[in-house]
């Protein structure tokens, strides 16, 4: 194996650039497993604009995964919780005050 990352076919590249309207940035995977990012912008703003874009959106998908988490852990803390213990209605001493 080599140790350069391969390339994304260029017959690919060209028409991924044709219907982009200015710029691409696609991240892929190579033969070894590790994340290969290919991309190419017609000028530095649109470079610029689709790096905030992905900058804001890898923070909303960090905060989906966070509530997705915690809800995942309330729920498996509330089944793991034995029951509330039951209350011996007999002994209440608001009961007389009717």
Do not use: C
Not at 6 to 33: C, H, S, W, Y
């Amino acid at each position: 194996m080599s140790d350069q990352a391969p390339k994304v076919d260029k017959i690919l590249m060209r028409q991924i650039n044709e219907k982009a309207n200015g710029g691409f940035i696609m991240f892929t995977f190579g033969e070894d497993g590790y994340p290969v990012v290919s991309s190419h912008f017609d000028d530095a703003s649109k470079a610029m604009a689709l790096q905030h874009y992905i900058t804001n959106w890898s923070l909303a998908v960090d905060a989906v995964t966070l509530e997705n988490t915690v809800a995942d852990m309330e729920s498996q803390m509330m089944d793991d919780m034995p029951p509330p213990p039951e209350i011996d209605d007999e002994d209440n001493p608001f009961d007389d005050l009717d």
